[in-house]
């Protein structure tokens, strides 16, 4: 049993089997500490009784924090709806055209539809506007097939010709000449079956005039040069000033 630092004597303790370690006593260096569960002895009298002891939880306490988790998600939203409402509202454009208006009330696979090779709007399609099966704004659903209106997702070397991909390139006929035998031709021969019209540039014309190939800047000291102006004609046949007089006026 402890000591009572005040008294000299015994200290009872509060809790009989409990931790003999007084809280307040003074403890050297290398002595037993307090503990503070305060829990030692021999088991409740119930667990003995019992044989073991039970492993429960409370389950209001595991239970309330997705409680808690759900409530302020439920909250935080609510909030956001109603400062988007305020702040935000909707409203119908009177300047809206109707035919326009029910356009856009179309579902969104139609309305991307439109947009293709032959279609409504003929041009390419972005590839990352896909159609898509189910409701169509949702990313998790899947994607329709290429026969369904897609885009074919191309890589690399898909775009490489050859004969067996690309077979009318190279074909060789009257006023036509296929792709293999034109890259295997000369620079004197291209330009020969390649004529232009335009006259042809000095070999360091392109590198350091000033062009529109070069987006306006030339390579090293490049400069545009300014046109000469033209001269002003001296008028012929001009007759002479009068003289003047001595005192400054016309004689």
């Known amino acids: 049993m402890a000591t009572d630092p005040l008294h000299g004597g015994p200290t009872p303790s509060p809790n009989p089997g409990a931790d003999p370690v007084n809280v307040l006593a003074p403890k050297a260096p290398g002595q037993p500490s307090h503990d503070d569960h305060d829990t030692s002895g021999p088991p409740a009298p119930e667990v003995i009784a019992r044989g073991y002891e039970e492993d429960v939880y409370d389950a ?11 409530f302020f998600f ?13 702040l935000a509202p909707p409203h119908v454009d009177p300047a809206a055209h109707p035919q326009a208006q029910a356009r856009n009330k179309a579902p969104l696979n139609e309305r991307l539809a439109r947009t293709g090779r032959g279609k409504e709007v003929d041009q390419p399609r972005l590839e990352p506007l896909k159609l898509r099966d189910g409701e169509s704004r949702a990313i998790t659903r899947p994607e329709l097939s290429v026969k369904a209106g897609n885009s074919p997702e191309l ?7 050859n ?14 000449i296929g792709l293999d035998k034109t890259l295997s031709l000369g620079d004197e021969a291209l330009k020969k079956l390649f004529k232009s019209s335009a006259p042809p540039l000095p070999a360091d014309a ?17 400069e545009a040069v300014s046109p000469k102006l033209p001269e002003a004609a001296t008028p012929k046949n001009a007759a002479p000033a009068p003289p003047k007089d001595a005192k400054g006026g016309k004689s």
């Open 60 to 70: 209001k306490t595991v239970l309330s924090v997705p409680a808690l988790v759900v």
């Open 206 to 222: 392109s590198a350091t005039a000033v062009t529109g190939a070069n987006a306006g800047r030339g390579f090293g000291k490049a």
């Open 155 to 161: 890589h690399p070397e898909d775009l490489v010709p």
């Open 74 to 86: 439920v909250l935080a939203f609510g909030i956001t709806t109603a400062v988007f409402v305020v």
């Open 163 to 176: 004969k067996d991909r690309y077979p009318e390139l190279f074909v060789n006929g009257k006023d036509r």
